[in-house]
Nanobody, 126 residues
Framework: QVQLVESGGGLVQAGGSLSLSCAVSGRAMRSYAMGWFRQAPGKEREFVAGITWNADSTSYRDSVKGRFTISRDNAKNTVYLQMNSLKPEDTAVYYC???????????????????WGQGTQVTVSS
């Protein structure tokens, strides 16, 4: 099992940007498909973005398409989430997750991922 540590969260005004990072240790990240999820207070954890092991495919929830970009650097064992044009409804705890598979099918689900980070808070003020 891998260990995941997120960083880069914080407070930003609407329209601003934040860049999240997730450092992976314990095993080589190239063996895993990776994802970002988020959970707002009182809501279920939801998929935000996913990326296959070699970055040949990415996917996003509709509400972040065109604003968020997921990427990975297998040499650095790090996955990133660049968030632009942030909105108050993006406020949540953001979690990095690893799936013990090179790929995922369909829209990634929470249950598909085996390892999780502790989360990082993103707050967008209006």
């Amino acid at each position: 099992q891998v260990q995941l540590v997120e960083s880069g969260g914080g407070l930003v005004q609407a329209g601003g940007s934040l860049s999240l990072s997730c450092a992976v240790s314990g095993r080589a990240m190239r063996s895993y498909a990776m994802g970002w999820f988020r959970q707002a207070p009182g809501k279920e954890r939801e998929f935000v973005a996913g990326i296959t092991w070699n970055a040949d495919s990415t996917s996003y929830r509709d509400s972040v398409k065109g604003r968020f970009t997921i990427s990975r650097d297998n040499a650095k064992n790090t996955v990133y989430l660049q968030m632009n044009s942030l909105k108050p409804e993006d406020t949540a705890v953001y979690y990095c997750a690893a799936k013990t598979s090179l790929y995922y099918t369909g829209t990634p689900r929470v249950a598909d991922f085996d390892s999780w980070g502790q989360g990082t808070q993103v707050t967008v003020s209006s």
